[in-house]
């Protein structure tokens, strides 16, 4: 548990649907501050009561997670203004991959791309050993640390309100994240509802990582979500991909759960793209 007292708002970093984040001071140490909306906890008392719990218990969950690639957890604040509560998570200096791509001051070369999936990919492996389901995966929700020119660091971030979310996300299906919805999700079947709607999530941030863009900007929430259910939209794949990198993509977002690779298979073959990479660059390094 964090005192609000002990806590220095600095600067708004952004704003969503579950509230608004700064970076922040904790006892000297920059933080990530989650002011979350009192909505979120909305609804009849016994429905906010339960929900609370829930909140409560998900922060002890985050609270015991350890990763190099998951965005750790510091605590919850209870007293927050306006009797609100906050999260208070680890500082990513670089924020969002998805800002990161916007930016692209900082070109990011196939092999840091690879790294930056890599690193996102270890990160859901561990959170489904730990039987947790992001429920909302997408290079917004991706931080970054671009400081080191060499290797960049990627970690998952926004974790945490999964049932809150999954209950926004299913019934107000939120138009920020339709894009990176699984099919499962969107047309009611429920009972094939598992970890591998983040599988299906990932396949979008390979796509949103490998061109910058963000998918389906210009289409209408009911076109997405016909498309996706139908299995007639995905994005479109550029000819400059390689045909190992396409071929984990279209993986990841199969409209069939079970035909999806789980994320050990993942890093395995992102390790193996990565090592082919750094041969072949030997190679031209090599040549008289």
Same mark, same amino acid.
């Given at each position: 548990m964090i005192k609000n007292a002990d806590l220095e708002d600095l600067t708004e970093l952004g704003s969503g649907t579950y509230g608004t984040v700064f970076h922040g001071k904790w006892r000297g140490t920059d933080v990530a501050i989650k002011r979350i909306r009192k909505s979120c906890?909305?609804?009849r008392s016994s429905e906010r009561e339960?929900?609370?719990?829930?909140?409560?218990?998900?922060?002890?969950?985050? $609270?015991?997670?350890?990763h190099p690639n998951v965005v750790a957890f510091y605590g919850i604040v209870p007293d927050g203004t306006g009797g609100t509560l906050a999260t208070v998570t680890e500082f990513m200096v670089n924020g969002s991959l998805r800002h990161a791509l916007v930016k692209r001051d900082r070109l990011l070369d196939a092999r840091k791309k690879i790294i930056i999936a890599m690193d996102a990919a270890f990160g859901m492996e561990y959170l489904h050993l730990k039987n947790i389901v992001h429920f909302d995966l997408k290079c917004e929700n991706l931080l970054v640390n671009l400081r080191d020119p060499q290797r960049p660091i990627c970690k998952v971030g926004d974790l945490g309100l999964s049932r809150i979310k999954r209950n926004t996300l299913v019934s107000g299906g939120v138009r920020g994240t339709l894009p990176w919805m699984a099919p499962e999700l969107l047309n009611g079947s429920s009972t094939r509802v598992s970890e591998k709607v983040d599988v299906f $999530?990932?396949?979008?941030c390979l796509w949103e990582i490998l061109t910058g863009e963000e998918p389906y900007a210009d289409m209408h929430c009911g076109a997405i979500i016909g498309g996706i259910v139908k299995n007639t939209l995905r994005p479109p794949i550029p000819k400059t991909c390689?045909?190992?990198?396409?071929?984990?993509?279209?993986?990841?977002?199969?409209?069939?759960?079970?035909?999806?690779?789980p994320f050990t298979e993942i890093t395995s073959r992102l390790r193996s793209m990565s090592m082919e990479l750094v041969a072949k660059s030997k190679k031209r390094e090599n040549k008289p």
């Amino acid at each position: 548990m964090i005192k609000n007292a002990d806590l220095e708002d600095l600067t708004e970093l952004g704003s969503g649907t579950y509230g608004t984040v700064f970076h922040g001071k904790w006892r000297g140490t920059d933080v990530a501050i989650k002011r979350i909306r009192k909505s979120c906890f909305g609804g009849r008392s016994s429905e906010r009561e339960r929900l609370t719990k829930d909140f409560w218990r998900e922060a002890q969950i985050l $609270s015991n997670l350890h990763h190099p690639n998951v965005v750790a957890f510091y605590g919850i604040v209870p007293d927050g203004t306006g009797g609100t509560l906050a999260t208070v998570t680890e500082f990513m200096v670089n924020g969002s991959l998805r800002h990161a791509l916007v930016k692209r001051d900082r070109l990011l070369d196939a092999r840091k791309k690879i790294i930056i999936a890599m690193d996102a990919a270890f990160g859901m492996e561990y959170l489904h050993l730990k039987n947790i389901v992001h429920f909302d995966l997408k290079c917004e929700n991706l931080l970054v640390n671009l400081r080191d020119p060499q290797r960049p660091i990627c970690k998952v971030g926004d974790l945490g309100l999964s049932r809150i979310k999954r209950n926004t996300l299913v019934s107000g299906g939120v138009r920020g994240t339709l894009p990176w919805m699984a099919p499962e999700l969107l047309n009611g079947s429920s009972t094939r509802v598992s970890e591998k709607v983040d599988v299906f $999530s990932y396949g979008i941030c390979l796509w949103e990582i490998l061109t910058g863009e963000e998918p389906y900007a210009d289409m209408h929430c009911g076109a997405i979500i016909g498309g996706i259910v139908k299995n007639t939209l995905r994005p479109p794949i550029p000819k400059t991909c390689t045909p190992e990198w396409k071929k984990l993509m279209e993986q990841c977002w199969d409209i069939d759960p079970d035909a999806r690779p789980p994320f050990t298979e993942i890093t395995s073959r992102l390790r193996s793209m990565s090592m082919e990479l750094v041969a072949k660059s030997k190679k031209r390094e090599n040549k008289p």
